[in-house]
């Protein structure tokens, strides 16, 4: 087919604004899913998303759709994710587009993430088609929609198709916008092969399968290709488009997005974001790429059985590869073991990823308190050390200042929580820098927060004030000075790293007693008095006590003089007092995961 004649386009909005549905009509109207085959979000494969209702990973699939002038049309559609913690697999499928549609809930209207999404897309310079979605809902306000599009993402409303991905409404013109206002694929009449490696997985049986869209030339069974990035040479084996299963085809030509069996069998050897070009007609220069990621929130993962490190290692590997926004480097922990100190994106994120690892690859693990990267400037010398383990931090007595990373917030609220979400702002040690009124019933607060202060709860108070109608999106923004402390918490008198955490000097006392409490309850009672302690420094700042399990050395004692019993009784003290100084406290493996889970 004539390169002119297709079309790459992905969707993109709000999270719950109805991307996946809209794209079940879609593979509906072109019969590129037979009905009978076709399920509600056809393209979300993934079991967590299923169980869930969100799109994690971007589902490509190509579509052959005949316009009302008679001509065969190739669309590359590619559905994403919209929550704020995979705005990074949204940047990687627009890199792959030349357009964009941009779904807006009719009930709803302009929400956080649409506008981040809408600026991701117009900052690649893609055509932006508006969509308002759902307007056969009995509570869609199209008047709000299109003045909330005007206003904020300054889009012309008489370009808004109206349509509904649930009943079917406006798939016609969805389609026919895309035909005429989508420019045909960029950058092809470049004189060599390259294509955008923007994703790939890992086959047991296939190896590393490589998901890329190409951009000039073709690639087909049999060729020699180059990965520019890493300088890697394999064979092609095969190479297939998506619809949305792998289908084989003899060549991926210009405009293309589809997939590429290899050789390769190493995880390490793909990099997304790379370019595939030809060993024998390499490309000059490759493609832009991606921006490269960086990683916002910590924490430790180890296996519960020390003899899955192995496996924990191999699982590691894999999910790097499909997902290029997840970190690891190996660590080692006094209380823990062995295991890897892991960056993401968000805590949706590090959920969704240690959630993959117990189900696609079977490993039990283990999961330390999360934590931000910490700026930190010592007395000794004027080198700036980033922190992003407790452990790691160095002396209290050495550091001269610790600056930590904040964020810009905008958060869409009803103007009825607003005093609430102040409140929750403020608690947060944050501060709101602009107010602004949306319409009658909505308004946008575009605040600074401390990254630390939204990692745990932010997200769910802040839709439980609202009752599930505000939004929030957010960028890393600059690091700020903080008066933070290093919390230990102790249990016989020994420090337990895997609780160690990074918090502001005020808040150190409520959530050290808040710890101390818990792991009291969770600890199994002992057979000698066991303390534990939070500590700043030297300084004791909570305390609570394991409870103490007491065998009954009485019980033979019937009667007779009280002095037996007082013997037993002095006998058991002193064997308990002796019991404290050499005794070990084994906290079990569930007390760390039942802690660590809040």
Known sequence: MDVSLTRNFCIIAHVDHGKTTLSDRLLEHTRTVEQRVLTEQHLDTMDLERERGITIKSHPVTMAYTAKDGITYKLN??????????????????????????????????EAQTVANAHLAFSQDLKVIPVINKIDLPSANLDMCTKQLEDILMIPA???????????????????AVVANIPPPRWADYPRTRALVFDSIYDPYRGVIAHGRVFSGQLKAGDHMLFMGTGVKTEIKEVGVFTPKMLKQPTLSAGDVGYVVSTIKN???????????????????????YKEVRP????GLYPLESSDYEKLKAALGRLRLND???????????????????GFLGLLHMEIIQERIRREHDVEIISTYPSVIYHVFTHAGKDMVQVDNPVMLPEPGSILEIREPTIQASIHIPNTSMGDIMSLIME???????????????????????????????NDRLKSITRGYGSMDYELGEYKPGDLVKMDIMINGEPVDAFSSIVHRDKAAGKGKALCEKLAAIIPPQMFK????????????????????????????????????????????????????????????????????N
């Open 428 to 458: 947060k040690r944050g501060s709101i820098d602009n107010t602004d009124t949306l319409d009658a019933t909505r308004v946008m607060l575009t605040c600074t927060l401390p990254l630390n202060e939204i990692l745990v709860d932010f």
């Open 267 to 289: 995880t390490a050897d793909i990099n997304t974001g790379d370019t595939l070009t030809l060993t024998k007609i390499p490309a000059a220069e490759p493609l832009p790429g």
């Open 158 to 176: 008489e370009e808004a198709i109206l349509a509904s991905g649930k009943s079917g409404i406006g798939i016609e013109d969805i389609l026919e």
């Open 530 to 597: 066991v303390a534990i302690q939070a500590a700043v420094g030297g300084n004791i700042i909570a305390r609570d006590n394991v409870r103490v399990m007491r065998k009954d050395v009485t019980a033979k004692c019937y009667g007779g003089d009280i002095s037996r019993k007082r013997k037993l009784l002095d006998k058991q003290k002193e064997g308990k007092k002796k019991m404290k100084q050499i005794g070990r406290v084994s906290i079990p493996p569930d007390a760390f995961i039942q802690v660590l889970k």
């Open 296 to 299: 916002m929130v910590f924490c």
């Open 324 to 342: 290029a926004a997840f970190v690891y480097q190996s660590e080692s922990s006094l209380a823990l073991g062995f295991g890897f100190r892991c």
């Open 77 to 110: 559609l590619m559905d994403t994710p919209g929550h704020v913690d995979f705005s990074y697999e949204v940047s990687r499928s627009l890199a792959a587009c030349e357009g964009a549609l941009l779904l807006i809930d009719a009930a709803q209207g302009v």
